[in-house]
């Protein structure tokens, strides 16, 4: 489900129609994110540390509305939920596109995230299905072979993109701590470097909570 926002009266109108008017309006932000506690529960739990750790992205990104905005025919509209889509490799140094449904329930979410990795190792080019061209969707791509410090995603304004992107990179081990690269890229006018920044502190608020599940 979906609303389409009265741009008549949104407080970031002007700011939509500036910059979704530039040829490449997305911004970015990288830094690094402590894992530690995701990262320990998951060894807990013996589930994957990267179905875990999506399924708490997620969980951040549903509670952060700036990450829910898209544009639409010209208008912004907001998501009640997103779902994310994940690049996932093949064993021939090839990648295709997964879909992967938002579910509050964990073992549901990696049960059927599963289903989705198996279809895509096992198909080919970019396997792309009605679900990964959804807009209800985060663009995602975990690098687990380098700790970035900077990177880009690809994107065109010009089709109307508004998806925002993230990206995670190697788990960094800092004596008992673990850390990894991370980086978001959106349209500005989604609510801007505060409000989308409102996903770290989001994250932070949460993991007490989540890793009580």
Known sequence: MKRVINLD??????????????????????T?????????????????FFLYSVHFLLKCINATTAFKLRIENGEVVEYDKINISPTIGREDG?????FFEYDT????????????????KNSTGLSFSKDTARADVIRYSALPWFAFSEMKHAGSIQTG???????????????????????????????GWTKCCRIYTERKRRTKQYIMI
């Open 94 to 98: 090839t990648f295709g596109f997964g």
């Open 105 to 120: 329930d964990l073992s549901l979410f990696i049960e059927n995230a599963e289903k989705e990795i198996h279809r895509v």
């Open 32 to 48: 690094t994110v402590d894992f530690t506690s995701i990262y320990q529960q998951s060894k807990n739990m013996e589930v994957s």
């Open 161 to 191: 993109d508004s998806i925002p992107k993230i990206s995670t990179g190697k788990l960094i081990q800092e004596k008992k701590e673990t850390f990894a690269p991370y980086i978001h890229q959106c349209p500005p006018w989604l609510g």
């Open 9 to 30: 009266n949104w407080n970031r109108k002007e700011h939509f129609k500036f910059f979704s008017a530039l040829d490449d309006p997305f911004w970015g932000i990288t």
